[in-house]
């Protein structure tokens, strides 16, 4: 059974920096994809930034140009770095991941909120 451990959360002012961890461990087949999401209050989970095999990335509009996903793969880990932190990114970060044979799963979440 995949289990992905989230860390790295917290509170931070408008415009400070966060780094988020998801460590991967107990997969059986090749990790393909693995990605952070996002859910705010009242608002529905939606796609922070992912990465694949071969390092292609895909970033929200939201982020473009302050987030950064990156992935260690000897670590079976993947990074978030979040720079110029705004309140609307403020919200419970979930790491996701993909394997080879379609299967997908998520971590337990980490809060990040932003506020003065």
């Known amino acids: 059974q995949v289990q992905l451990a989230e860390s790295g959360g917290g509170l931070v002012q408008p415009g400070g920096s966060l780094r988020l961890s998801c460590a991967a461990s107990?997969?059986?087949?090749?990790?393909?994809?693995m990605g952070w999401y996002r859910q705010a209050p009242g608002k529905q989970r939606e796609l922070v930034a992912t990465?694949?095999?071969?390092?292609?990335?895909n970033y929200a509009d939201s982020v473009k140009g302050r987030f950064t996903i990156s992935r260690d793969i000897t670590k079976n880990t993947a990074y978030l770095q979040m720079n110029n932190l705004k309140p609307e990114d403020t919200a419970v970060y979930y790491c996701?991941?993909?394997?080879?044979?379609?299967?997908?799963?998520w971590g337990q979440g980490t809060q990040v909120i932003v506020s003065s």
């Open positions: 996701n991941s993909g394997d080879q044979i379609g299967a997908e799963h």
């Open positions: 107990g997969n059986r087949y090749r990790i393909l994809t």
């Open positions: 990465i694949i095999v071969g390092g292609y990335t």
